[in-house]
């Protein structure tokens, strides 16, 4: 970065000092990754200076032949990744901006819409009242069941008999366990509601065969690509050929400008990656990861929400050792291991405050960390929690995760 160093030091200070945080510290944030440095590279390139309104072969500007390229490889491989023959459109800028382009394209303003409850894990753009689709559209919310922490397809289709929405959404943000898309689409099908899912958690598993597929079941499918598939900052929209039309339409001109031909250049690049035999093995390690977590975590008497998980990610239940979601995710700062803190279904916390912490794998599994690392950490977070007014015991545990992250330099398993 020659020319930042000189021109901006103190961006170019900045992103070195981001550099350098994301090397030394433990990342469990669920919804972060690492991406490769060719997708960095495309991202930083000249894609960023060209205006490209519009679709390939069909834009509002001239000089487009070039990022035409990018947009068209990007569209292809996006659907051989998901082995779809659903319409793509890869220009959202993220992916409540899909979920914007997909309501505003089959929703009226107050229609009712049922969607997962944030508090039991869903999305802020699934309806939370402070998110334009909270104001926008009624709101009916599912849950989880109580027991069983687990959803529970009888409840939802008795909302969705009663409340007639005219759109069902699957799709969590905190959510561990599989989703049973084919059910959910039978239930649309009764009321005859549009079948909405936002995958975006979890694609990177639905690309690799590790979790059920959507397509097939859903009129429209929205996802990021930046989480469990690890490419750029972004988002997707993928709908049946008939709704091609509208979503185009509804993404530009309808809720954007210009694409990011940088981003897109940089997802046609992650894509082909995903198409590639390591990154299945890659999301099997992000599951047989997590899953040694909750083995390590259960010997040590943690309660994991819904006893298991069958993704990337697991919900903490810290109750039972007296400290809230946010006590402990400042604690494990200390010892730079990074966590969010969590609402748990039904929590009797704040959701600033939380009951839970949740801890993902998929960036970790990218620096190349495997049952043993897993067991590492969790030891680490264990004895971080239990020693919190401890200094001497956190300073032993920093180092011990040091030592842990310089055997795994980030981006030397992606290199
Ligand atoms: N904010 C993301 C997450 O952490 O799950 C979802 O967009």
């Known amino acids: 970065m020659k020319y930042l160093r000189e021109i901006d030091p103190e961006v170019?200070?900045?992103?070195?000092?981001?550099?350098?945080?994301?090397?030394?510290?433990?990342?469990?944030?669920?919804?972060?990754?690492?991406?490769?440095?060719?997708?960095?590279?495309?991202?930083?390139?000249?894609?960023?200076?060209?205006?490209a309104e519009g679709y390939p072969a069909a834009r509002w500007y001239g000089g487009c032949e070039y990022v035409d390229v990018v947009e068209s490889l990007a569209i292809k491989r996006a659907k051989e990744v998901f082995n779809t023959d659903y319409h793509v459109n890869v220009q959202p800028h993220s992916g409540t901006q899909a979920n914007m382009a997909v309501y505003f394209s089959i929703l009226k303003?107050?229609?009712?819409?049922?969607?997962?409850?944030?508090?039991?894990?869903?999305?802020?753009?699934?309806g939370h009242p402070k998110n334009f689709s909270g104001s926008l559209y009624n709101i009916?919310?599912?849950?989880?069941?109580?027991?069983?922490?687990?959803?529970?397809?009888?409840?939802?289709r008795n909302l969705a008999i009663e409340n007639k929405p005219k759109m069902i959404l699957a799709g969590a943000s905190a959510y561990p366990r599989k989703i049973n898309f084919e059910k959910l689409s039978q239930i649309c099908k009764e009321v005859k509601a549009f079948f909405v899912v936002d995958m975006a958690h979890i694609a990177g598993l639905i690309a690799a065969g590790l979790h059920p597929n959507p397509?097939?079941?859903?009129?429209?499918?929205t996802t990021t690509t930046h989480k469990t598939l690890r490419g750029p900052r972004g988002g997707v929209i993928f709908c049946r050929p008939e709704f091609s039309r509208k979503i185009d339409s509804m993404v530009f001109p309808g809720t954007q400008g210009g694409p990011l031909m940088h981003v897109i250049a940089a997802k046609a690049v992650a894509f082909k990656q995903a198409l590639s035999p390591e990154f299945k093995e890659y999301q099997l390690q992000i599951i047989k990861?997590?899953?040694?977590?909750?083995?390590?975590?259960?010997?040590?008497?943690?309660?994991?929400?819904s006893g298991?998980?069958?993704?990337?990610?697991?919900?903490?239940?810290?109750?039972?050792i007296n400290l809230s979601g946010k006590e402990a995710t400042d604690i494990l700062g200390r010892v730079n291991i990074t966590v969010n803190k969590n609402l748990?279904?039904?929590?009797?916390?704040?959701?600033?405050?939380?009951?839970?912490?949740?801890?993902?794998?998929?960036?970790?599994?990218?620096?190349?960390?495997?049952?043993?690392?897993?067991?590492?950490?969790?030891?680490?977070?264990?004895?971080?929690l239990i020693n919190k007014a401890n200094e001497q015991k956190l300073s032993e545990v920093k180092q011990k995760v040091k030592e842990l992250v310089e055997s795994f330099p980030l981006y030397k398993e992606l290199r």
């Open 308 to 320: 298991d998980s069958d993704n990337h990610l697991l919900l903490l239940d810290l109750t039972s």
């Open 109 to 126: 303003p107050k229609d009712t819409m049922l969607a997962m409850d944030l508090a039991c894990g869903g999305h802020l753009s699934h």
């Open 12 to 51: 170019f200070k900045a992103i070195i000092d981001e550099q350098k945080r994301e090397d030394e510290q433990i990342e469990l944030i669920a919804s972060e990754n690492f991406t490769h440095p060719a997708v960095l590279e495309a991202q930083g390139s000249v894609m960023t200076n060209k205006y």
């Open 215 to 221: 397509f097939g079941y859903a009129d429209f499918v």
């Open 344 to 384: 748990i279904p039904y929590d009797k916390k704040s959701p600033f405050i939380t009951s839970g912490i949740r801890i993902g794998t998929p960036a970790i599994t990218s620096r190349g960390m495997k049952e043993p690392q897993m067991k590492d950490i969790v030891n680490y977070i264990d004895e971080a």
């Open 140 to 156: 009916v919310s599912y849950g989880v069941n109580k027991k069983t922490e687990m959803l529970d397809y009888d409840e939802i």
């Open 289 to 305: 990861n997590i899953k040694a977590m909750i083995k390590e975590f259960k010997n040590r008497n943690y309660r994991i929400v």
